[in-house]
């Protein structure tokens, strides 16, 4: 096996320690993000999604127009996006958090999360490698609409970078305004705190962009090009292991493994680090189903919350919008069956 230090290995795991940073600090979760507005009618953690990819949306516009990085929208493929976008969203609610929250509770020493996460690799790698690939192939195929020009796989079309730049920079002023300045105003931290206290909504909203932009750049180096992701890159672990060694752990895969590391480095260090088992066997049965329709769901919409919402969104890629939007239905489905329907 060769391995691309230079251009994957390094540089996946420097952007994978800081988003590990990020995520564990500002407690980021999209599930917790979808969630909470409907149980807790708590909005913060839905802010720092959206802050992020306005950010993301100026920042790619800015970059493809310069030429550092071409924007990379998914295919549309409507009947397994919106399948797999709902099958994921219920598999959150079920694993008790998404795939990044997942990725970075498993370095903060949640063994429920370790079986979620062994779960989507499983789930992932029996719908792109085993016993469901053909018939998953077969939903992208027959769903899949085919367009002469790329750029209609965007809402802006060939003026995309330019829709993006008006949406995102229109958005972050209303944001500002509105939201994150008054915020900056009562949810304060202070640089000797960054490491030790969690982070507020705003903060990680910005960071998360920001690292979102340098991912781009970092994986279009190593023959990626595409933002932040995460269950491709744990499937990529597991083939890898699966295939004896004989396919390569790319940029995406170090990547995730540096989440992991960032995570458990941070977590430790704020002294929040702890082997946590859940005591009641049957949750860890529901986080390891989860973890399994998070697998199948993602590989079936091609990519997860992560690969749709925070890195589809931005660049206004339908088919990660009809995901995204599925994902969220899903999420909202499976909290109500779970924490709300007695009520």
Same mark, same amino acid.
């Given at each position: 096996m060769q391995i691309d230090i230079i251009n994957a290995l390094i540089p996946g795991l420097? /952007? =994978? *320690? +800081?988003?590990g +940073? !990020? @995520?564990q600090r500002g407690r980021f979760c999209m599930y917790s993000a979808f969630r909470d507005p409907l149980m807790l009618k708590e909005y913060k953690l839905l802010w &720092? /999604?959206? @802050? &992020? $990819? @306005? *950010?993301? #949306? /100026?920042g790619f516009a800015i970059m493809h127009y310069f030429g550092i990085i071409a924007l990379n929208p998914k295919p549309l493929v409507w009947g397994a996006q919106i399948l797999g976008g709902f099958i994921f969203g219920i598999g959150m609610g079920f694993a008790g958090g998404c795939a990044s929250g997942t990725t970075y509770r /498993? =370095?903060?020493? #949640? #063994?429920? %999360? +370790? !079986?979620a996460l062994i779960g989507l690799a499983i789930g992932a790698y029996l719908a792109k490698f085993g016993v469901l690939a053909a018939w998953v192939a077969q939903l992208q195929t027959d769903t899949r609409i085919n367009f002469p020009d790329d750029t209609a796989l965007t809402l802006g079309g060939e003026y995309n970078w330019m829709l993006m @730049? =008006? $949406?995102g920079i229109v958005g972050l002023a209303l944001m500002f305004w509105k939201l994150v300045l008054p915020a900056m105003k009562t949810e304060t931290i202070s640089i000797s705190e960054i490491f030790k206290k969690g982070w507020p909504w705003w903060l %990680? =909203? $910005?960071v998360i962009g920001l690292i979102g932009m340098i991912a781009f750049v970092s994986s279009a180096a190593a023959g990626r090009n595409y933002p932040l992701g995460i269950t491709a890159g744990w499937l990529g672990i597991l083939n890898f292991f699966v295939t004896g060694g004989t396919t390569t752990i790319g940029w995406l895969s170090w990547m995730v493994i540096g989440i992991v590391i960032g995570a458990l480095i941070f977590s430790f260090y704020a002294g929040e680090w702890k082997i946590r088992i859940p005591k009641d066997p049957k949750k860890i049965v529901l986080q390891f189903i989860g973890g399994l329709m998070m697998g199948t769901g993602a590989v079936m919409a091609m990519g997860c919350n992560i690969g749709n919402i925070l890195s589809g969104w931005p660049q206004l890629s339908v088919g990660s919008i009809v995901t995204g939007v599925f994902i969220i239905l899903g999420a909202w489905v499976i909290t109500y069956i779970l924490f709300m329907r007695d009520e």
């Open positions: 420097i /952007v =994978g *320690i +800081l988003f +940073l !990020v @995520l &720092a /999604v959206f @802050l &992020a $990819i @306005l *950010i993301e #949306m /100026v /498993v =370095g903060e020493g #949640m #063994m429920g %999360s +370790l !079986v @730049l =008006g $949406i %990680s =909203g $910005i």
